[in-house]
């Protein structure tokens, strides 16, 4: 495909647009890509942006999850799906790739020319993701994204994530939650995810208690789409999950044809190829 060149002028509206889609009358669904290939088909389903996953992407390159890819390798993935989608791209950039102000300046700037509008920013750093940032700390990073983007003329969005309910105590976690979430609101953030909430009592006492969007990740356990919407939920993601389950297809299809000789699955699940080859640009009738 031939990549797509966007001015921040363009980047602003889709940025703008992004925005807007936490605020309608439906919440903002995401099924979250991790290559060209899935985001060009979330794209074709009639998602209005696409959303990136970080473990996703990890696994693609052969690395587990945890910034244990690079700010530069992910960005690498996430400018080829922006070039190849017309829609916004929101990228799941883990905890910025740097502690201090100085590396979320960077890391902004770097999103932006990799021509996505929006990013996830967690609130745990480091391959062990086992200690939550101090709240000043993580208000100030947030503050630095937003005052980026300003500055180079893109309104980026921010998913400002808060892993209370993984990583604090779970007596605190929602009153921990709700008091992050609202002060990274207050730093510029445009939502709060808030991870690994599943209980329709508490999901309702975060939406009460944060003063903007909140993102829930969704899956099994959690409510359905209709009655998070219904809880006052404006964003549902799935994260890595569309990745694990595609994985776990190819592990089928493997252990099917290396064990039965068979290719059932492969004929019940494969995506024709001229139908690819148009999705991908090849012109065919």
Request: charged content about 20%; hydrophobic content about 45%.
């Amino acid at each position: 495909m031939t990549p797509v060149t966007m001015t921040n002028a363009t980047l602003s509206d889709k940025a703008s647009a992004l925005r807007a889609l936490h605020h309608g009358a439906r919440p903002l669904v995401l099924a979250n890509a991790w290559d060209v290939a899935s985001a060009r088909l979330v794209e074709e389903a009639g998602f209005p942006a696409v959303a990136t996953t970080s473990a996703g992407i990890a696994y693609a390159l052969g690395c587990a999850d945890g910034e244990r890819v690079s700010r530069k390798e992910m960005l690498l993935v996430v400018r080829r799906i922006a070039a190849a989608v017309s829609v916004p791209v929101t990228a799941d950039l883990e905890a910025g790739y740097g502690s201090g102000q100085e590396a979320m300046v960077r890391t902004t700037r770097e999103l932006v020319a990799a021509g996505a509008v929006g990013l996830n920013l967690e609130d745990a750093r480091g391959k062990s993701r086992r200690k939550l940032l101090p709240l000043a700390a993580q208000v100030a990073r947030v503050r630095a994204v937003r005052e980026t983007g300003q500055a180079i003329g893109v309104p980026v969005v921010i998913n400002a994530r808060t892993d209370t309910f993984h990583l604090g105590k779970p007596s605190r976690a929602a009153g921990e939650a709700v008091e992050r979430g609202n002060a990274y609101l207050e730093a510029g953030a445009d939502c709060v995810f808030v991870p690994f909430v599943r209980d329709r009592n508490v999901i309702a006492e975060l939406v009460r208690g944060i003063h903007g969007p909140i993102n829930i990740l969704a899956g099994p356990g959690t409510p359905t789409v209709e009655e998070l919407a219904e809880l006052g939920v404006r964003r549902v993601s799935v994260g890595s999950a569309p990745m694990r389950a595609t994985l776990g297809l190819v592990r089928r299809i493997a252990r099917d044809l290396h064990e039965r000789g068979t290719f059932e699955l492969i004929q019940e699940w494969a995506v024709p190829f001229d139908e690819l080859q148009r999705l991908f640009g090849a012109g065919l009738p």
